[in-house]
């Protein structure tokens, strides 16, 4: 089983829709996880952390299981801004300086 | 508020040229990282420096060398370029301990292609 796995997509979806990713991870020990927002040719920034209940914010709520091992993203009334590449982040092992990168989930939201 | 900040932003070597990636972060970050970005791949962990004076080979380090200069620099060095080294480089840092240990804040990219 990969580290970390992610649905590659895409997910087209019309404006407006609700849509939800999840990302599976191998290691039970890891502790805080993370999703970041990549637009086409640019760096990787942060959307949200994920703790152990959950987070919302706005539009956006990611969710953790830990007994199934995944992390999810629900993103509700897409905007045809949200259209991106969505990563997955898990840290390797107990410490917290090896985090690994899901390859990502591509969304495209059309009206 | 520059926050992380890589040169060159594009590069073109061919096989067997050496070249070094600067990146510099005026967060006053403990922690930074190297990784490398192709199709399909993800991102992967070259090398990481968990605080100023250590580095720790990632996933993929063969075929490069880090020096973490100081707080705020910390470049990669290809010795000698190969055709599987093209691709599109990240550097990011974090505060590594405290609220918010791991969170990332990534440079620009440098897009490197090997001939």
């Known amino acids: 089983r990969k580290e970390v796995e992610q649905d590659p997509g895409p997910f087209n979806v019309p404006e407006g829709a609700t849509v939800a990713f999840n990302c599976t991870y191998s290691n039970s020990a890891s502790q805080s996880f993370f999703w970041y927002r990549q637009d086409c040719r640019k760096e990787p920034k942060l959307l949200m952390s994920?703790?152990?209940s959950g987070n919302e914010d706005g539009r956006f709520t990611a969710q953790l299981n830990r007994a199934s091992q995944y992390i999810s993203l629900l993103i509700r009334d897409s905007k045809l801004s949200d259209s991106a590449t969505y990563l997955c982040v898990v840290p390797l092992g107990g410490g917290g300086n090896k985090l690994t990168f899901g390859t990502g989930t591509q969304l495209k939201v059309e009206l | 508020n520059a926050g992380v900040t890589q040169t060159p932003k594009f590069q073109v070597l061919k096989t067997g040229q050496s070249m070094t990636l600067q990146c510099a972060q005026d967060?006053?970050?403990?922690?930074m990282y190297w990784y490398r970005q192709d199709p399909g791949m993800g991102l992967r962990l070259i090398y990481y420096?968990?605080?100023?004076?250590?580095?720790d080979k990632g996933e993929v380090p063969n075929g490069y060398n880090v020096s973490r200069l100081n707080k705020r620099e910390f470049s990669l060095r290809l010795e000698s370029a190969a055709p599987s080294q093209t691709s599109v480089y990240f550097c990011?840092?974090?505060?590594?301990?405290?609220?918010?240990?791991?969170?990332?804040?990534f440079g620009a990219g440098s897009r490197l292609t090997v001939l």
């Open positions: 990011a840092s974090s505060r590594g301990e405290g609220g918010g240990a791991n969170v990332l804040t």
């Open positions: 967060m006053n970050h403990n922690s």
């Open positions: 420096s968990a605080s100023e004076g250590t580095t």
């Open positions: 994920v703790y152990s």
